[in-house]
C-alpha cells in the first residue's frame, strides 16, 4: 500500500534521516508529537546507545518523538505500533470491514491506550495507512 506524505512530513523524515541516519518510511505529525516508522532492523540504530541519538533528534527538531517499527505482516506491524506495551496476540478479523483484535495483558492496557487514547488512535492511523486496517480493538 502506497503512503501519502505531506510536505511537512517529508520535511521531517529528511530531518530525521540527516540526524540519525535512518530513513523513516512514513511520519505522522500530531502537535508537538512526530511519529515515524523506521524499516525493520533499523530501530536500534534510530534510538542509539542509550536514546541518544532519538533524543538528539528530539532536542534537534523541539517535538517529542516516537517510534513504530514497520513489518511484514498487519498483525506484526499493529503489534508493534502498540509498543512498549505486551502484546499477546493479533487477529485481523474481515468480515464486513477489517478490524485488528489485539490482545494485551490487563497490566498493559493502560500502556497500550496512553494519554487520553493517543497511543490507541495512533494504531488506528497507522495500521490504516499501511494495511488497511479499519479499526484496532484491545481484548
Do not use: W
Not at 33 to 40: C, E, S, T
Not at 113 to 126: P, Q, Y
Amino acid at each position: 500500500m502506497r503512503v501519502e506524505l505531506s510536505d511537512e512530513a517529508r520535511r521531517y523524515i529528511g530531518r530525521f534521516d540527516d540526524l540519525t541516519g535512518v530513513t523513516p518510511t512514513d511520519c505522522l505529525v500530531e502537535g508537538d508529537r512526530l511519529v515515524f516508522v523506521v524499516p525493520a532492523g533499523e530501530m536500534a540504530a534510530a534510538i542509539g546507545q542509550g536514546g541518544e541519538t532519538v533524543a538528539e533528534a528530539e532536542r534537534r527538531l523541539d517535538k517529542s518523538i516516537e517510534l513504530v517499527e514497520d513489518a511484514d505482516t498487519a498483525e506484526a506491524f499493529v503489534a508493534s505500533t502498540l509498543a512498549p506495551a505486551a502484546v499477546n496476540a493479533v487477529t485481523i478479523s474481515e468480515q464486513n470491514d477489517r478490524v485488528a483484535y489485539v490482545e494485551v495483558p490487563e497490566a498493559d492496557r493502560g500502556v497500550a491506550i496512553g494519554a487520553d487514547g493517543a497511543n490507541i488512535e495512533t494504531a488506528r492511523r497507522l495500521a490504516e495507512r499501511h494495511y488497511d486496517v479499519d479499526d484496532v480493538q484491545l481484548t
